[in-house]
């Protein structure tokens, strides 16, 4: 039987071993009695690395994306009579959540919010209307946090007299960004969440390695 030790300390990795970024790795066979500074735990073994958390518990989801990893939250939507707009969908997140107006910026992230929005009327997300000309297409909207354009979901982009949403919102039976409706009335009354989203934190502390890296 073959054990991979990890060394979880600061110093740099002892000779025979091999770094892997936040841990060394020694790969050696049991018993024969070289050093091992860690102990098996379960089916791995303990290593201190980074620990990666939502600090408000309002946040529901955590996710890695592209290398990020973020909080996500649907949280409902204000009712104090005041008219829906961006703005106040952006000050409702920080309040409520700490976070932002959620921005979009892959398949994956966008399944995430539909997802925890499944069963919701329609949950609003931060692509902001800015050009109100009538239209309604790409050039139109920006995201609430200043992050790129790079991933979109809107359905059904056209010209047409229609009142156009504040910012787009996802129907709980479909994970497109509606951006239109008959009228303002009608889209504030299915419009029953939005969605916010802030980055993870993390804390150093011991982790469990896979037990892929005991090879028996």
């Given amino acids: 039987m073959e054990l991979n030790a990890v060394y979880a300390e600061a110093s740099p990795c002892p000779d025979g071993s091999t770094n892997e970024g936040t841990f060394c790795l020694l790969t050696t066979k049991f018993g024969a009695g070289l050093p091992i500074k860690s102990t098996v735990s379960g089916l791995g073994l303990p290593l201190k690395g980074k620990i990666w958390y939502c600090a408000n518990p309002i946040f529901t989801e955590m996710r890695n994306i592209g290398g990020t990893h973020y909080c996500y939250a649907v949280i409902p939507i204000w009712r104090t009579g005041e008219r829906i707009t ?25 399944n995430v919010i539909a997802e925890l929005g499944k069963y919701k009327r329609a949950i609003g997300v931060g692509i902001e209307l800015i050009d109100n000309n009538g239209l309604s297409e790409r050039s139109s909207y920006r995201w609430t946090d200043g992050t790129p354009i790079d991933y979109t979901k809107f359905h059904n982009l056209a010209r047409g007299y229609k009142y156009l949403f504040p ?41 469990e390695i896979p037990a892929n890296l005991l090879r028996h």
Avoid at 90 to 110: D, R
Avoid at 170 to 192: C, P, V
Wanted: hydrophobic fraction near 35%.
């Fill in 86 to 110: 961006a703005r106040k969908a952006m000050e409702h997140c920080v309040k409520q959540t700490g976070g932002t107006f959620a921005s979009i910026h892959s398949e994956e992230e966008n």
């Fill in 167 to 207: 910012f787009g919102a996802i129907f709980n039976d479909r994970k497109s960004w509606y951006t239109r409706w008959n009228s303002y009335e009608e889209f504030a009354s299915r419009l029953s969440s939005i969605a916010c989203k802030t980055p993870a934190v993390y804390k150093i502390g011991l982790k």
